[in-house]
């Protein structure tokens, strides 16, 4: 497939002129013509790259990529040696952000949900890209975490009450702990994000409402590679995911 109509079916798939992002949605940068063989991942850090590469990707895409609104102009440094290997590789970079965070069937929000059991019954926070609902079945604090634990492979930071029941809860993938207020004005009894700031635990303390930090890339591994996954099942292009091990 040619790389600008893989970039158009993606755009009108993803809704990408629906969103306001902080970053370019599509082609970040532009290598050969010719589409077969799509590596997905996380973030385009260079050991994602470097993988992608050695696998012959003929493109790579990413829900972090490049040019983040404020972040520095210059192609110095760090910055310089990603692209210049995608560049010299002749290798596409396609980023995707809030429009995968928020959609309904491959985002990160509803692959989250998929994944966890949890029941979406509604969206909240900007551009409706946050979710809440329930639990199929009530379960404790302390059952949920471990839940949660076990299915996404690391150990969630949780602050509240471990033999609270949990019915109602909200989540949205990745660094999104600035939501925790609107979450709690939905009458949730958790909310599950990536990560967690100071202030979210006394706010989860003085409200009751539990917060779950459930790691920003653990909590993000799954809308690209559904994407990938359709693509391939799309067109047929060959996929692979590379998952680079992020604490956070
Ligand atoms: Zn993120």
């Not at 303390?205 to 099942?233: K, M, N, S």
Request: charged letters at 20%.
């Amino acid at each position: 497939m040619r790389l600008y109509e893989l970039r158009d079916y993606i755009e009108s798939k993803l809704e990408v002129s629906r969103f306001r992002d902080y970053c370019p949605n599509g082609v970040q940068v532009e290598g050969r013509s010719e589409v077969r063989r799509i590596a997905t991942g996380v973030t385009a850090s260079q050991a994602v790259l470097d993988a992608a590469t050695a696998w012959g990707a003929d493109a790579v895409l990413v829900h972090h990529g490049y040019f983040w609104r404020n972040e520095d102009a210059s192609i110095t440094g760090i910055k310089k040696r990603r692209i210049a290997h995608l560049l010299q590789h002749d290798v596409s970079l396609l980023a995707y952000h809030l429009p995968l965070d928020a959609h309904p069937e491959l985002g990160n929000n509803a692959q989250l949900a998929r994944r966890l059991g949890f029941v979406e019954q509604g969206r909240f926070a900007e551009q409706d890209i946050a979710c809440h609902g329930r639990l199929v079945q009530p379960q404790t604090l302390a059952q949920l975490t471990q839940h949660i634990g076990e299915s996404l492979q690391r150990a969630p930071q949780v602050i509240g009450d471990l033999n609270f029941k949990v019915a109602r809860l909200a989540w949205c993938s990745g660094g999104a702990q600035g939501y925790f207020e609107q979450a709690i004005a939905l009458g949730v009894d958790a909310f599950v994000t990536g990560e967690i700031s100071e202030q979210n635990v006394h706010v989860a303390q003085e409200t009751g409402v539990a917060f779950i930090a459930a790691g920003h890339h653990a909590t993000e591994r799954y809308g690209i590679q559904a994407l990938g996954q359709h693509l391939a099942g799309q067109f047929g292009f060959e996929h692979r995911f590379f998952d680079q091990h992020n604490p956070v």
